[in-house]
């Protein structure tokens, strides 16, 4: 998937999920939107980003360790 062929709606909606979760890098962010708007989850083994996102039914992620 070309980083050209993405809206910005989806850019801006990874920035304003970062300026809600302060603590996500705005990557993390970045796959946490794309995956909410593919219907996928997030997988992942960064449990220090992740873990406190895990608890809310709001993002899919699993940790694969």
């Known amino acids: ?27 993390d962010c970045f796959a946490i939107e ?9 997988l992942t083994a960064d449990h220090h980003e992740f873990d406190a996102l895990a608890a809310h039914p709001e993002f899919r992620i699993r940790f694969i360790r």
């Open 1 to 27: 998937l070309p980083i050209s062929s993405l809206a910005p709606v989806v850019w801006q909606a990874a920035g304003t999920l970062k300026a809600r979760l302060r603590r996500v890098s705005l990557a």
């Open 34 to 42: 794309l995956a909410e708007r593919l219907e996928a989850t997030v």
